[in-house]
């Protein structure tokens, strides 16, 4: 099993910027601006400014801007603070095929780490496109236990390969650095989304931080097992891992070209189902509804999104991951954004009581469907009599029905608002979305501490 770690390990070394493909890079860039402005927005949050403040201290090499906040750190508490804000908001990119989010796993130690040491653009794109690359095909080879959290598990190792390819590693070190980092990951818990236990919000952090963890290791002396994403993604965390999926069309086929972007402030598998209902709010006079017109709200989904059936969540984390409460508050609200799920929007009566009478459940034929498909059937029972029903079959943003650029280009600067001026989220717009061609990534970072 052996011999596909060293056929990625050789890939990765030997990956040029001038061997990716154009539509890897504009996809990469799309990615990188997506989610600097998630970190930016996730860094107002009450538990990120907290972490922040109690983490930074006034030694160390402060090299590592802390998005959003004007702030700088060492590299590595960098990554680990900007890859939690990035996952608070829940509005960070993610791959449907590994069955997580890369990109904020990878590209927070990305960023660290080319500003401390002056990489240009086109070095910090190649590194976090190969490192989405690996953490994601491991998502693919293996299919994690049920009751884990894909957070914190192989995004570990993609943070470190990203790391690794900017030191310039050899493949032998390569190999080395991802059998050590694939040991590094966290035991999560699934429970923590359904529950709102916000320690969910800091496993893709630690991962940014365990990849410059697993490099200080490496280059200390220290080995790992001879093939660690066998043994932990094939036993471990995991009952099966396949290794000609690591290999399979490499260098051909990029998933960071396969992701997908979000435009509601909640998780994924709520997607497909708030989809159908602004189908159904579309047709209703002026495109919406209110909460006293609805009798009921019937949800047919895939067993992933089936599980998101909690009428009565508690907190602000456990209704972005409840489907009854994310219909209800966009009912409310009239649309799915950041404010739809603040903590006055959990509490809110109307809300609630509306949630309780959405019902989730599972139609074994869609979940048949996945991972192709993400579908969802709902069905709106009005006080008037009438009986209205919408289904899809995947979540806008997906790759078979992606945003245009314009959508996301929106979502930026909706996001950037109060956190940057005008001006300067104008360039920070066009600076990543042509890193290509900075000669230093610092032109970029200096632009990203300009607060407002």
Same mark, same amino acid.
């Given at each position: 099993?052996?011999?596909?770690? $060293?056929?990625? !390990?050789?890939?990765?070394?030997?990956?040029?910027?001038?061997?990716?493909?154009?539509?890897?890079?504009?996809?990469?860039?799309?990615?990188?601006?997506?989610?600097?402005?998630?970190?930016?927005?996730?860094?107002?949050?009450?538990?990120?400014?907290?972490?922040?403040?109690?983490?930074?201290?006034?030694?160390?090499?402060?090299?590592?801007?802390?998005?959003?906040?004007?702030?700088?750190? /060492?590299?590595?508490?960098?990554?680990?603070?900007?890859?939690?804000?990035?996952?608070?908001?829940?509005?960070?990119?993610?791959?449907?095929?590994?069955?997580?989010?890369?990109?904020?796993?990878?590209?927070?130690?990305?960023?660290?780490?080319?500003? /401390?040491?002056?990489?240009?653009?086109?070095?910090? #794109?190649?590194?976090?496109?190969?490192?989405?690359?690996?953490?994601?095909?491991?998502?693919?080879?293996?299919?994690?236990?049920?009751?884990?959290?894909?957070?914190?598990?192989?995004?570990?190792?993609?943070?470190?390969?990203?790391?690794?390819? #900017?030191?310039?590693?050899?493949?032998?070190?390569?190999?080395?650095?991802?059998?050590?980092?694939?040991?590094?990951?966290?035991?999560?818990?699934?429970?923590?989304?359904? %529950?709102?236990?916000?320690?969910?919000?800091?496993?893709?952090?630690?991962?940014?931080? +365990?990849?410059?963890?697993?490099?200080?290791?490496?280059?200390?002396?220290?080995?790992?097992?001879? $093939?660690? *994403?066998?043994?932990?993604?094939?036993?471990?965390?995991?009952? !099966?891992? @396949?290794?000609?999926?690591?290999?399979?069309?490499?260098?051909?086929?990029?998933?960071?070209?396969?992701?997908?972007?979000?435009?509601?402030?909640?998780?994924?598998?709520?997607?497909?189902?708030? @989809?159908?209902?602004? %189908?159904?709010?579309?047709?209703?006079?002026?495109?919406?509804?209110?909460?006293?017109?609805?009798?009921?709200? /019937?949800?047919?989904?895939?067993?992933?999104?089936? %599980?998101?059936?909690? %009428? $009565?969540?508690?907190?602000?984390?456990?209704?972005?991951? !409840?489907?009854?409460?994310?219909?209800?508050?966009?009912?409310?609200?009239?649309? !799915?954004?950041?404010?739809?799920?603040?903590?006055?929007?959990?509490?809110?009566?109307?809300?609630?009581?509306?949630?309780?009478?959405?019902?989730?459940?599972? $139609?074994?034929?869609?979940?048949? +469907? +996945?991972?192709?498909?993400?579908?969802?059937?709902?069905?709106?029972?009005?006080? @008037?009599?009438?009986?209205?029903?919408?289904?899809?079959?995947?979540?806008?943003?997906?790759?078979? @029905?992606?945003?245009?650029?314009?959508? *996301?280009?929106?979502?930026?600067?909706?996001?950037?608002?109060?956190?940057?001026?005008?001006?300067?989220?104008?360039?920070?717009? /066009?600076?990543?979305?042509?890193?290509?061609?900075?000669?230093?990534?610092?032109?970029?970072?200096?632009?990203?501490?300009?607060?407002?």
């Amino acid at each position: 099993m052996s011999n596909y770690l $060293d056929e990625i !390990s050789a890939f990765i070394c030997s990956c040029r910027f001038s061997d990716l493909p154009q539509k890897v890079i504009r996809r990469g860039c799309e990615v990188v601006v997506d989610t600097v402005a998630v970190v930016a927005a996730g860094s107002r949050e009450e538990e990120v400014k907290a972490l922040t403040k109690r983490i930074i201290d006034g030694g160390g090499k402060k090299k590592g801007t802390i998005i959003g906040t004007g702030l700088r750190t /060492e590299p590595p508490k960098a990554a680990l603070i900007n890859g939690t804000a990035g996952t608070f908001l829940e509005l960070d990119e993610g791959n449907q095929f590994g069955r997580g989010h890369p990109g904020i796993h990878v590209i927070p130690a990305a960023l660290a780490l080319s500003e /401390e040491k002056g990489f240009s653009g086109r070095d910090f #794109l190649t590194a976090l496109i190969l490192g989405y690359e690996i953490g994601t095909r491991i998502g693919i080879a293996s299919k994690l236990r049920m009751s884990m959290h894909p957070h914190g598990t192989w995004g570990t190792v993609g943070a470190a390969v990203t790391v690794g390819k #900017l030191m310039g590693y050899d493949q032998p070190t390569m190999k080395r650095i991802i059998n050590v980092s694939s040991s590094l990951g966290l035991a999560t818990s699934r429970q923590t989304m359904l %529950q709102g236990g916000t320690v969910r919000n800091v496993y893709a952090g630690v991962s940014g931080f +365990m990849g410059f963890l697993a490099h200080e290791l490496v280059q200390s002396g220290f080995t790992g097992e001879i $093939d660690g *994403l066998g043994t932990i993604f094939g036993t471990v965390v995991s009952d !099966s891992f @396949d290794p000609n999926a690591m290999t399979e069309d490499l260098g051909t086929r990029y998933e960071i070209a396969r992701n997908y972007f979000k435009r509601h402030a909640c998780c994924r598998y709520n997607h497909g189902s708030l @989809d159908a209902l602004e %189908q159904i709010m579309a047709k209703r006079p002026g495109g919406k509804c209110s909460p006293d017109e609805v009798i009921k709200v /019937e949800v047919e989904t895939y067993s992933l999104a089936a %599980q998101l059936c909690d %009428q $009565d969540p508690q907190n602000v984390l456990a209704g972005k991951f !409840s489907i009854p409460f994310a219909l209800a508050t966009t009912i409310f609200h009239g649309n !799915s954004g950041v404010e739809s799920f603040r903590s006055e929007a959990i509490t809110n009566p109307t809300v609630r009581e509306l949630a309780r009478r959405i019902k989730v459940s599972e $139609d074994p034929k869609l979940t048949a +469907m +996945m991972p192709n498909h993400r579908p969802s059937r709902v069905t709106v029972t009005f006080k @008037d009599g009438s009986v209205s029903e919408a289904q899809v079959m995947t979540n806008k943003g997906d790759t078979e @029905d992606p945003y245009p650029r314009e959508v *996301l280009r929106e979502k930026f600067f909706e996001l950037a608002k109060g956190i940057w001026q005008d001006g300067i989220a104008q360039e920070i717009y /066009e600076d990543t979305m042509k890193l290509e061609s900075l000669d230093n990534l610092n032109r970029l970072t200096e632009k990203l501490r300009k607060i407002a």
